[in-house]
């Protein structure tokens, strides 16, 4: 059964402080891993998706990174409208490919 | 317009009573999904279709049922509402193939009395 455990659950940061959010997994084989957005009140929405250890993406003051057991999402002098929920969701091989979510992380930057 | 919308946003009602959540999407996707989320607990699959003839149960499928009436529309049903089944519930479609993500509804937001 695959897992994916987010932490820290809740992350509070200046605007400007850097930080890293977590997402460690456990499948048995990695097809894909996902990162998404969702704002109060609304869907989530893509961010990233993964593939391979080593891989990087960058959208604008975002980063994601992978290696075999965890990928993180890197915030570069985060602004207030970073604010979110981060969820991560993985995909497995040889099975319906249905994703699989952590419980997310709630990032609040202060301005 | 959005490619995924849910109706409705918001619903009140009381125990007992049945309920129906729609949901239709101008992606052309053949994959639908409904998910529920309760804080701590993230997002957890109820029930998913990979075509209209293709009906599958998720995790957390007990006191749901579903209806694919078309490509392009997936309803999830509350036979008998109860409680614990208060929470915001989200439509996904994704495309068939390789890249899996998701597309995700506004959300309907449910209250059981």
């Known amino acids: 059964e695959d897992q994916v455990t987010q932490s820290p659950e809740a992350l509070r940061l200046q605007e400007g402080e850097s930080s890293s959010l977590n997402c460690s997994y456990t499948?048995?084989?990695?097809?894909?891993l996902f990162w998404y957005r969702q704002d109060p009140g609304k869907g989530p929405e893509f961010l990233f998706t993964l593939y391979s250890a080593g891989e990087e993406k960058e959208k604008e003051r975002l980063k994601a990174t992978l290696t075999k057991k965890e990928s993180f999402l890197h915030i570069t002098a985060p602004k207030p409208e970073d604010s979110a929920t981060y969820l991560c969701a993985v995909t497995s091989q040889g099975g319906s490919y249905i994703p699989t979510f952590g419980r997310g992380t709630s990032l609040i930057v202060h301005p | 317009d959005a490619d995924v919308t849910q109706t409705p946003r918001n619903r009140i009602t009381k125990t007992g009573k049945r309920i129906m959540l729609e949901c239709s999407q101008t992606?052309?996707?053949?994959?639908m999904y409904w998910y529920r989320q309760d804080p701590g607990l993230g997002l957890r699959l109820i029930y998913y279709s990979f075509d209209v003839k293709d009906i599958n149960k998720g995790e957390i499928s007990d006191g749901y049922s579903v209806s694919r009436q078309a490509q392009a529309k997936f309803s999830l049903s509350l036979e008998s509402a109860i409680p614990n089944q208060t929470a915001l519930y989200f439509c996904a479609t994704s495309e068939q193939g390789p890249n899996e993500k998701l597309f995700f509804g506004s959300g309907t937001q449910l209250s059981v009395l």
């Open positions: 992606k052309g996707h053949d994959r």
């Open positions: 499948v048995s084989g990695l097809r894909g």
